[in-house]
Nanobody
Framework: QVQLVESGGGLVTPGGSLRLTCSAS????????MGWFRQAPGKEREFVGA????????SYKGTIKGRFAISKDNAKKTVYLQMNSLAPEDTATYYC????????????????????WGQGTQVTVSS
């Protein structure tokens, strides 16, 4: 059982930045993938990006790439989501998720492919 805890959400004005943190209770090198998703009220959960603990570049939703960046600290079992140039449409609850299914990159974006989820952290972008 993997426990995930997100932090770092809050209220930010348009154009601002936030860094979200996802701390995992354990980390598996067996192709575990860490994903970031978001969900706005009344909308489906949306893929933001993902990264594999054991190397490879992060993968992002196309419209987000360039504004958001995922990084990780294997020793701390922590994944980060740096969000820049935030806009009101980025307002959502952001979730961290973990999958040990050996996903390939084309499978990163489907929420059903992830086994463990954090409780979410709210990000509100408003002036």
């Amino acid at each position: 059982q993997v426990q995930l805890v997100e932090s770092g959400g809050g209220l930010v004005t348009p154009g601002g930045s936030l860094r979200l943190t996802c701390s995992a209770s354990e980390r598996s090198f067996s192709n575990q993938v860490m994903g970031w998703f978001r969900q706005a009220p009344g909308k489906e959960r949306e893929f933001v990006g993902a990264v594999r603990w054991t190397g490879g570049s992060p993968s992002y939703k196309g419209t987000i790439k360039g504004r958001f960046a995922i990084s990780k600290d294997n020793a701390k079992k922590t994944v980060y989501l740096q969000m820049n140039s935030l806009a009101p449409e980025d307002t959502a609850t952001y979730y961290c998720a973990a999958s040990s299914r050996g996903l390939i990159q084309s499978e990163y974006g489907r929420p059903g492919n992830y086994d463990y989820w954090g409780q979410g952290t709210q990000v509100t972008v408003s002036s």
